[in-house]
């Protein structure tokens, strides 16, 4: 049964992941997402079979039908992650109700992510609403699996992941964006909320938030160095919005989106929490 349950991770998260495909299409442009899907070069209107994750890419050696316009391979890219993202939290969390919460975040993540990375925002039309249905579905689960205390485990988690950031934006603003700021309630919620329905106490809570934080931080400078210094070569490499004629500015100066690379340490400690902490 769990076998079964896995495999079909593998389609829920490919389908996920086109829907995420279209948030990142329309969120920064406040597109609605209730418009047919189009041909980002020709404005052409898709057909389902035009638009079935990883597959329509491929059947259509990824150019468009009716423009042959090249279409990047992104799309296909995001689908396949967050689809092994999916089947990494199923086989982490089963077929239980606890399984939801981090599937939720998974899905905003990917998103705000990919966003991030495209125009280095992380907008509030994802990021405000996923904290809306985390608390939703948490206080729902929480009930279910009759652990209420969960909940208070991830209004910490969600406090003091907040109070980190916004200390680290407070002493560097432009170090540490407002947007990123916002994000740590989210991630925050759901350390806290994965603390809380496996392990006693609030110690655990706030270990799994400094730990999160650190693996944060160190996928972003690791990743920051190695684009900075990809810039140096090719200046196309995830453009600087701050660059001064189209060339990057000093190693040290540069923009770098770090949406992402918070993303990523929330995703690890939520995923392998008992092996961080320990226990």
Known sequence: MDAMITAAAVPVGLIVGGFV???VDRVPDRT???VRSRCPYCSHDLRWREVVPVISW?????????CEHRITPAYPLVEIVTATLFVL???QFGAEWVVIPPLVLVTALMALSVIDLYVYRLPDLITFPAIAVSAVVMVIVAFAIDRPVAIGRALLGGLAYFVLLLIAHLVSPRGMGFGDVKLSLLLG?????VAGTSYVGWTPVVRLVF???????AVGVGGGVAVALARK???DVLVDPEAVGGQPTRLLAQSIPFGPALAAGAVVSVLFSGTLLGV
């Not at 919620?189 to 909320?193: A, I, K, R, Y």
């Not at 730990?211 to 931080?217: N, Q, R, S, V």
């Open 21 to 23: 495909t279209m948030l």
């Open 32 to 34: 609605a997402i209730t």
């Open 58 to 66: 491929i059947s259509h050696k990824g150019r468009c039908r009716y």
């Open 89 to 91: 939290v199923t086989l």
């Open 189 to 193: 919620m759901h350390l806290g909320w």
């Open 211 to 217: 730990i999160a934080l650190l693996i944060g931080c």
């Open 233 to 235: 070569t090719r200046s």
